[in-house]
């Protein structure tokens, strides 16, 4: 199963609400993941089946979605949210991953 | 607090073979849990490699024809990846990643820091 993500990059500021959208080439149901990751470190789950967020997770993460179409808004950005995004897809082997949404300043 | 750790050469051959394991603390590697292995080229995107469970069933991405074998260690809470003819293409940064499997959802809730391994001469 093919992921795709977009937008590749987004610019946004302190504050903001951004929206990335992830898309299954075919349907995943709900087994769909974000993952946060930052420079140097390792993925960090943030939501799993589609919608749940992952403890510990601020609660300005959502997301939603289910078959194909899903999305990922963080609402009022905040410095430590600086990172790159990917959706994976768990419903079928091979798991894909997303090629990645760069949230920069 | 479930803890993994990679250890293994951070240089490998041409043609040879990347061996890596990964240490689990925090949990029994025979609890109901697939245990994983994911990498990411530098500057790139992520690439799952294949998963086992501790009764040595395994699983890998096809997309790697065959060159991978993953396995467990019962006795010392660790399993291992091995990819064998690599080339530079193979050079990553390795994850091991504990695969949470529940009614309904699948995701990697654990990883470990990461290895680089560079595939030169």
């Known amino acids: 199963i093919q992921m795709t993500q977009s937008p590749t990059s987004l610019s946004a500021s302190v504050g903001d609400t951004v929206t990335i959208t992830c898309r299954a080439s075919q349907t995943v149901r709900n087994y769909l993941n974000w993952y946060q990751q930052k420079p140097g470190k390792a993925p960090n789950l943030l939501i799993y089946?589609?919608?749940t967020l992952q403890s510990g997770v601020p609660s300005r993460f959502r997301g939603s979605g289910s078959g194909t179409d899903f999305t990922l808004t963080i609402s009022s950005l905040q410095p430590e949210d600086f990172a790159t995004y990917y959706c994976?897809?768990?419903?079928?082997?091979?798991?894909?991953f997303g090629p990645g949404t760069k949230v920069e300043i | 607090q479930v803890q993994l750790q990679e250890s293994g050469p951070g240089l490998v051959k041409p043609s040879g073979t990347l061996s890596l394991m990964c240490s689990v603390s925090?949990?029994?590697?025979?609890?109901?849990?697939?245990w994983s292995w994911v990498r990411q080229p530098p500057g790139k995107g992520l690439e799952w490699i294949g998963e086992?469970?501790?009764?040595?069933?395994?699983n890998n991405n096809p997309s790697l024809k065959g060159r991978v074998t993953i396995s467990v260690d019962r006795s010392k809470n660790q399993f291992s990846l091995k990819l064998y003819s690599v080339t530079a293409a193979d050079t990553a940064v390795y994850f091991c990643?504990?695969?949470?499997?529940?009614?309904?959802?699948?995701?990697?809730?654990?990883w470990g820091q990461g290895t680089l391994v560079s595939v030169s001469s």
């Open positions: 086992v469970y501790h009764t040595g069933s395994s």
């Open positions: 925090g949990v029994s590697i025979t609890s109901s849990n697939w």
């Open positions: 994976q897809q768990s419903y079928s082997n091979p798991r894909t």
């Open positions: 990643v504990k695969l949470n499997s529940a009614p309904g959802t699948v995701s990697f809730d654990s």
């Open positions: 089946a589609a919608s």
